[in-house]
């Protein structure tokens, strides 16, 4: 059973229907990518998930249940938006938030001090948040979302205002928390990202599913049968279909009933010396242009 299901939902404001009759499951132990252009539907399926808004139709279950206190307790969100109190004082503001997730007030204060220390915060625990800057501030969200180690955190675009540097911090915390068994559902733009952490993928446009699935797995389907090969010898002089892909690399399409592996061995058999040997695989960034046509 996934940790967070989806059966059949649909969600309408006003006229304008969201969602529609979709199904999917976040598995336990997994990132999982929830992609879409803007528009998409995404926050509002977020937000379905974990019972700030109700659906029309369909079915949700959080840890096998309707979501439900209990459940929601062991959930942690992070909204696109900024969701702090920019008044408050770093420190406070995490010390209260642990305490609304049940944590004594000295459990609290400990987890906001070792969170401020791991999102590189220690520095300005007692300024106000007000006085942050946004990828400061963006931080201090996460380190909110992670103190109690929720066994589900949602987090909607997670790297929005992150310089490179605390991208990787970020996704750090994230590998970190896949490797504990914790579940975390990522909705991001940044495909780059998917691609390096997601296990699995939901695509959705107009409110509907469009791709599903397992990364990898819909990266090969959607990869054009072609190869890149490095090599120091002239490809196209030795009678092959190539061009340049960058000096020394050649790109070859290859015929539908041809295979990487069986052309790489009559590559071989025909004498020429491979340095590297690469099938191509479709980024992510490809497939979702191809799908959604950037949002039209």
């Known amino acids: 059973m996934g940790v967070l299901e989806y059966r059949g939902v649909s969600k309408r404001f006003g006229q304008h229907r969201v969602l529609e009759d979709l199904s999917l499951e976040v598995q336990s132990g997994e990132v999982f990518g929830l992609l879409g252009p803007n528009g998409a539907g995404k926050t509002t399926l977020i937000r379905v998930g974990l019972d700030i808004l109700r659906a029309d139709e369909g079915e949700v279950t959080l840890f096998g249940a309707a979501p439900n206190p209990k459940t929601l307790d062991r959930t942690a969100y992070l909204p696109e938006e900024r969701g702090v109190y920019r008044r408050a004082k770093v420190r406070e503001l995490l010390t209260y938030l642990g305490r609304l997730k049940g944590l004594k007030r000295a459990a609290a204060r400990a987890a906001a001090d070792h969170w401020l220390e791991r999102v590189g915060l220690s520095r300005v625990a007692g300024?106000?948040?007000?006085?942050?800057?946004?990828?400061?501030?963006?931080?201090?969200?996460?380190?909110?979302?992670?103190?109690?180690?929720?066994?589900l955190c949602v987090l909607d675009e997670p790297f929005s205002g992150?310089?490179?540097?605390?991208?990787?911090?970020?996704?750090?915390?994230i590998e970190e928390r896949r490797?504990?068994?914790?579940?975390?559902?990522l909705s991001t733009h940044m495909m780059h990202q998917v691609e390096a952490l997601?296990?699995?993928v939901a695509l959705i446009h107009h409110g509907t599913l469009v791709v599903y699935g397992q990364l990898d797995e819909i990266r090969r389907r959607y990869s054009r049968n072609e190869v890149i090969v490095w090599t120091a010898m002239d490809l196209v002089a030795l009678g092959v279909q190539a061009t340049q892909?960058?000096?020394g690399g050649w790109r070859v399409e290859l015929p539908p009933s041809v295979t990487a592996a069986g052309y790489l061995d009559e590559l071989v058999r025909n004498g020429v010396t491979i340095d590297r040997y690469e099938p191509l695989v479709a980024r992510m960034d490809?497939?979702?242009?191809h799908l959604?046509?950037?949002?039209r």
């Open 245 to 247: 892909h960058k000096p």
């Open 162 to 173: 992150l310089d490179p540097v605390n991208v990787g911090l970020v996704t750090d915390l």
């Open 127 to 151: 300024q106000r948040v007000e006085s942050l800057s946004k990828g400061m501030t963006q931080k201090v969200q996460i380190a909110a979302c992670l103190m109690t180690d929720p066994e």
């Open 292 to 295: 959604v046509g950037g949002g």
């Open 286 to 289: 490809e497939i979702f242009v």
């Open 179 to 185: 490797a504990s068994g914790r579940t975390t559902v």
């Open 198 to 200: 997601c296990d699995r």
